[in-house]
């Protein structure tokens, strides 16, 4: 794998091709942001220069986000509203305040009407290109498809669930090394209270991908709901995949 300080140096120069916003600090789209793994990666950076403040962003039992339920506030938030990682921040909240997220719609429903952006307008196609640089690189550091387990964007509770708890599964240990290495989480796990329901999640995804092989698909619709809608909370992780899904076993005739 090539090396965290490059990939970070990489992460840097796609953050650098968002143009800043005249944003007012209200703190109102912070919701817990889905991010990739090398992006959380990155955010840990100006953290494990502090200890204070990492214990303090550890040991945090997040509230849910008093305008959006379902969803946790960032943990990075700061009690003024601030960004506690605001030079490292992911690109989800560099493009908060681009009128382009209300073009985009549904998938980008956090809209902020306050802001004005300090440089040129930002396309659709700009988000994607953006979006697909972020995953080229994770793509580089992890099998980011490797079925049952699709991982794409987590929430920071579910990266640092990962990071504080021994996984079985391969991938999930690959993930937890790879944020390890970026900063060690681990020693800090008796301070963290999980939250998120991910290991239901992942039993839920691979009773799926249980039924599918063996052809018991019966109810696999409810199932596939449930995974797609039950944990708001862990981030993108599996939406897209579960809808593609979906559409693959429509193509099959199966009842849904
Ligand atoms: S981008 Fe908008 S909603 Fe988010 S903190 Fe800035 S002013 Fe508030
Ligand atoms: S990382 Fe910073 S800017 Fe992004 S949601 Fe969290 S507190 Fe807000």
Redesign the pocket.
């Known amino acids: 794998m090539e090396s965290l300080q490059n990939m970070f140096n990489k992460l840097a120069e796609i953050y650098g091709r968002v143009p800043e916003?005249s944003?007012?600090?209200?703190?109102?789209?912070?919701i817990s942001p889905h991010i990739s793994v090398i992006e959380f990666c990155y955010a840990l950076v100006p953290l494990r220069e502090n200890q204070a403040e990492l214990e303090r962003v550890v040991s945090l039992v997040v509230a849910d986000h008093p305008d959006f339920p379902g969803q946790r506030t960032c943990r990075f938030q700061t009690a003024d509203?601030l960004c506690s990682v605001h030079s490292h921040r992911p690109l989800a909240c560099r493009l908060?305040?681009h009128p382009v997220l209300k073009e985009m719609g549904q998938e980008y429903d956090?809209h902020?009407?306050?802001?004005e952006s300090l440089g040129r307008q930002l396309t659709p196609r700009d988000v994607y290109t953006l979006l697909d640089a972020v995953n080229d690189l994770n793509r580089r550091c992890y099998d980011h498809y490797a079925e049952p387990y699709w991982v794409n964007g987590f929430t920071p509770e579910v990266w640092l669930t990962i990071a504080v708890t021994p996984s079985p599964r391969p991938l999930f240990a690959k993930l937890r090394e790879i944020i390890g290495e970026a900063c060690p989480l681990d020693v800090l796990s008796a301070s963290f209270t999980q939250t998120v329901a991910l290991e239901e999640k992942l039993t839920l995804i691979e009773e799926f991908h249980r039924r599918v092989a063996s052809g018991r698909t019966e109810s696999i619709g409810e199932l596939l709901n449930r995974i797609q809608n039950d944990f708001p909370d862990t981030g993108t992780y599996y939406y897209f995949e579960a809808e593609m899904y979906r559409k693959e076993l429509q193509k099959r005739g199966i009842s849904l």
Do not use: E, L
């Open positions: 916003v944003c007012r600090a209200c703190g109102r789209c912070c509203n908060h305040g956090v902020c009407n306050k802001t």
